[in-house]
């Protein structure tokens, strides 16, 4: 599994692209200098990159930065804990039991039909501007895809293990922690990857909507105060800290799925 | 033989359930297993052989019918299945030591005998190799390393040499022949090739196609230790002709 997100689009990509990756990079970066600086759009519009990497200078400077990024991403990675702790035993429990699958499949469906970004609004209302309420949007956000890959994981371990796992009389707990967990966690650690930047989405969405701190909080406080050049920072933060994520689980996957083919 | 059978099956018939009233595998076997058997059942694709296994290590329940084991216990079991239904996850060494690990046995004595099972099947350097870079042959004898570490009472076999070509498969019988000597395990196996059968089996009982149904038996009264020639023997051609027809 490749960990440089930049390739996941072409997974024939070599490392020795690199520099392709980031002479397309600088190009872009290059583009924005020169259209913010000639094109007379208002620095208030679109500042350029030098003036948002000062602006980050700045910003890690007087230390305003480290709290909101250390507010997001304990929201982020707490909703993302909570989210697959869940989502795998109930996952787990759904994919072993057909009658708990179909008392727990409206539910579960629903919750997958509701956009969380649409009832993220009450979610803040109920629970308040602090973290709480961003943690179990986080958690929501991630709990669907972590569960379907939970399920689909646990059904696709073949029977044939099951059959010799029985054979040499193991129990339950054996045929949990020998079959189906390193069975399952191919598709399992996917869900994950996907989760994982999608609780960055959430977290965002609920500080947007009513907190305070986080970066989200600081692009509606930067937007207020006309300080465009800090939106831009906060975004980025956004990105790495999505990125960061990402590929911390691909790591982890690249650890842990060595004995698969690799490509 | 005269002593006490390890295994008793009377009248055993398994159906699956189906759209149309059920579909019958097995109908009515009843056969007998001594200690240190090795039996064989041959029969065409669909006879219910994997069937047969599955009901013997209670895997499966039988429609109707009984399976007795000696002692009223289901024995120790190794299976090789038809698949070598490696763990694709685990090298070499560690698919080889699970039974053992499932026994909680302490881990480098676990390690020690893997380590003699690889040996004695012939896979040494490949211990930590991954089962994606065995080929069909050292796959299947990797299985049979798994089947035979933890010491079973009872080896089942299905067609465990299926999926490999003449040659491997006819030195692979050798191999088979040799284990099994040395270690006198009680042997059932299932298989479709006459050949095999005859090779390795004490005795062989010819299965019909769908449902499957004792049909034909037959005592192997080849000599031990049997060789590679001994396919070329006029008797073995006999016995080979016996079962031939007992199919047609
Ligand atoms: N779990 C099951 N549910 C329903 N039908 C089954 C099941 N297992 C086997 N069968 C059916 O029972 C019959 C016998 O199957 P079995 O696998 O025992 O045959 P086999 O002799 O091992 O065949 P092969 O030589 O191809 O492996 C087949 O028609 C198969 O479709
Ligand atoms: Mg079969």
């Given at each position: 599994m490749d960990i440089n997100p930049l390739q996941v689009f072409h997974p024939s990509a070599k490392r020795n692209r690199l520099w392709l990756n980031l002479l397309s990079l600088g190009l872009g970066l290059l583009c924005w200098q020169v259209t913010s600086v000639f094109s007379g759009v208002e620095v208030f519009i679109l500042p350029s990159p030098l003036a948002v990497w000062s602006r980050f200078m700045v910003a890690v400077q007087d230390g305003s930065l480290f709290r909101d990024i250390g507010v997001t991403f304990s929201e982020v990675v707490l909703g993302l804990v909570v989210g697959v702790i869940v989502a795998t035993v109930l996952g787990y429990s759904v994919a072993k039991s057909r009658p708990l699958e179909q008392v727990l499949s409206p539910y579960l469906v629903a919750s997958q039909a509701i956009p969380v970004v649409a009832i993220a609004p009450l979610l803040v209302l109920w629970f308040g501007y602090g973290m709480l309420s961003k943690v179990l949007i986080c958690a929501l956000i991630v709990f669907f895809p972590v569960l379907i890959n939970t399920i689909v994981g646990i059904r696709a371990v073949p029977q044939a293990f099951y059959d010799l796992m029985k054979s040499l009389r193991a129990s339950r707990k054996q045929i949990l922690t020998k079959v189906e967990i390193p069975a399952a966690l191919p598709i399992f650690l996917g869900g994950l990857r996907i989760g994982a930047t999608l609780s960055v989405i959430g977290a965002v969405v609920g500080e947007l909507i009513g907190s305070k701190y986080g970066l989200g909080n600081l692009i509606n406080r930067a937007r207020v105060g006309y300080d465009m050049p800090m939106v831009y920072v906060a975004v980025f933060m956004l990105v790495f800290l999505a990125l960061g994520l990402y590929g911390i689980v691909a790591q982890v996957e690249k650890r842990l799925l060595a004995w698969q083919e690799q490509k | 033989m005269t002593t006490e059978p390890?295994?008793?099956?009377?009248?055993?018939?398994?159906?699956?359930?189906?759209?149309?009233?059920?579909?019958?595998?097995?109908?009515?076997?009843?056969?007998?297993?001594?200690?240190?058997?090795?039996?064989?059942?041959?029969?065409?694709?669909?006879?219910?052989?994997?069937?047969?296994?599955?009901?013997?290590?209670?895997?499966?329940?039988?429609?109707?019918?009984?399976?007795?084991?000696?002692?009223?216990?289901?024995?120790?079991?190794?299976?090789?299945?038809?698949?070598?239904?490696?763990?694709?996850?685990?090298?070499?060494?560690?698919?080889?030591?699970?039974?053992?690990?499932?026994?909680?046995?302490?881990?480098?004595?676990?390690?020690?005998?893997?380590?003699?099972?690889?040996?004695?099947?012939?896979?040494?350097?490949?211990?930590?190799?991954?089962?994606?870079?065995?080929?069909?042959?050292?796959?299947?004898?990797?299985?049979?390393?798994?089947?035979?570490?933890?010491?079973?009472?009872?080896?089942?076999?299905?067609?465990?040499?299926?999926?490999?070509?003449?040659?491997?498969?006819?030195?692979?019988?050798?191999?088979?022949?040799?284990?099994?000597?040395?270690?006198?395990?009680?042997?059932?196996?299932?298989?479709?090739?006459?050949?095999?059968?005859?090779?390795?089996?004490?005795?062989?009982?010819?299965?019909?196609?769908?449902?499957?149904?004792?049909?034909?038996?037959?005592?192997?009264?080849?000599?031990?230790?049997?060789?590679?020639?001994?396919?070329?023997?006029?008797?073995?051609?006999?016995?080979?002709?016996?079962?031939?027809?007992?199919?047609?």
């Open positions: - | 390890i295994l008793t099956v009377k009248n055993l018939s398994v159906v699956f359930p189906d759209n149309n009233g059920g579909l019958r595998a097995l109908d009515d076997l009843s056969f007998e297993v001594h200690p240190r058997d090795f039996i064989c059942f041959l029969g065409p694709s669909g006879s219910g052989k994997t069937t047969l296994l599955r009901i013997i290590a209670s895997l499966l329940k039988p429609t109707t019918g009984e399976v007795n084991f000696i002692h009223n216990q289901r024995p120790e079991i190794g299976m090789v299945f038809q698949q070598s239904n490696l763990m694709p996850w685990r090298t070499v060494m560690d698919n080889i030591k699970l039974p053992l690990e499932l026994e909680n046995m302490d881990e480098s004595a676990a390690r020690i005998k893997a380590q003699e099972m690889i040996e004695l099947v012939g896979l040494n350097g490949f211990e930590d190799s991954w089962p994606r870079d065995l080929s069909g042959g050292m796959a299947q004898r990797v299985a049979i390393a798994r089947a035979l570490i933890h010491d079973p009472d009872l080896l089942l076999l299905d067609e465990p040499f299926g999926s490999l070509d003449a040659i491997t498969r006819e030195h692979m019988w050798v191999e088979l022949s040799r284990i099994w000597q040395a270690k006198q395990k009680t042997v059932i196996m299932v298989t479709h090739s006459i050949n095999e059968s005859l090779f390795l089996a004490d005795k062989v009982l010819v299965l019909t196609q769908r449902p499957g149904k004792i049909k034909f038996e037959l005592e192997v009264d080849l000599p031990r230790p049997r060789k590679d020639d001994i396919r070329y023997s006029p008797h073995f051609g006999k016995l080979a002709r016996k079962l031939r027809e007992a199919i047609e």
